[in-house]
Structure formats: C-alpha cells, structure tokens
Nanobody, 124 residues
Framework: QVQLVESGGGLVQAGGSLRLSCAAS????????MGWFRQAPGKEREFVAT????????AYADSVKARFTITRDITQNTVYLQMNSLKPEDTAVYYC?????????????????WGQGTQVTVSS
C-alpha cells in the first residue's frame, strides 16, 4: 500500500513557475514508477510526466516537454514536478500516481495509487 500527498499548487501568472511535490508513504517507494497527471474541468485526466523506479528514465507529454521536469528523491520518498514557463492551458488539478513497474508508464490504468490532487491555476 502506498499513500501519496501532493503539495505546491497555487495561482501563478503566465510565464511563471511552480514546483509540485508528492510525498509517498511506504518502504517500497523506490520500486514504483511515479507519474504526474492533470485534469482540467470537463476534460479527461491526461498524462504529464513519468519517471522510472531508478530515476534514470523519464517521459513527458509533448505539451510540457522542455518546460516541465520530473525528479525523485528516494531518500525523501518524494517526487517533484518543476513547472516553468507556465501557460493558461496548464491550469488543472495535478495528480501524483504510483505504479508497480520499473519502467515509465503513461496511461492512467497503469497506475495503482493516486493522490488527492493539487490545483494549479495559471492566469493570463
């Protein structure tokens, strides 16, 4: 069992930055692939970024590539999402997820555990 708690969301102007954090409970954090997803009002949850259990492999949605960076700190049981050059279309609830895999995963159904989400609002 893994419990995930996101933090770091908020209101920011276009062009600004935010760093989301996801604190995970459980001693097996290092064995899970971690991912960030987001869901805007009236839209389906979509993939943002993922990082393998080792931290060596990462993948990003095309819409955030070169602007967002996912990292993980095994000593702190935490995964981060650094978001730069934010755009109004990045506005959504951002969710952290953990999947029983050693390789990056990009689909919602490939993840077993989810956090409660944190709101990110980017004003124009």
């Amino acid at each position: 069992q893994v419990q995930l708690v996101e933090s770091g969301g908020g209101l920011v102007q276009a062009g600004g930055s935010l760093r989301l954090s996801c604190a995970a409970s459980g001693r097996t954090f290092s064995s899970y692939t971690m991912g960030w997803f987001r869901q805007a009002p009236g839209k389906e949850r979509e993939f943002v970024a993922t990082i393998s259990s080792s931290g060596r492999n990462k993948a990003y949605a095309d819409s955030v590539k070169a602007r967002f960076t996912i990292t993980r700190d095994i000593t702190q049981n935490t995964v981060y999402l650094q978001m730069n050059s934010l755009k109004p279309e990045d506005t959504a609830v951002y969710y952290c997820a953990a999947g029983s895999s050693v390789v990056p995963r990009i689909r919602v159904y490939e993840y077993d555990y989810w956090g409660q989400g944190t709101q990110v609002t980017v004003s124009s």
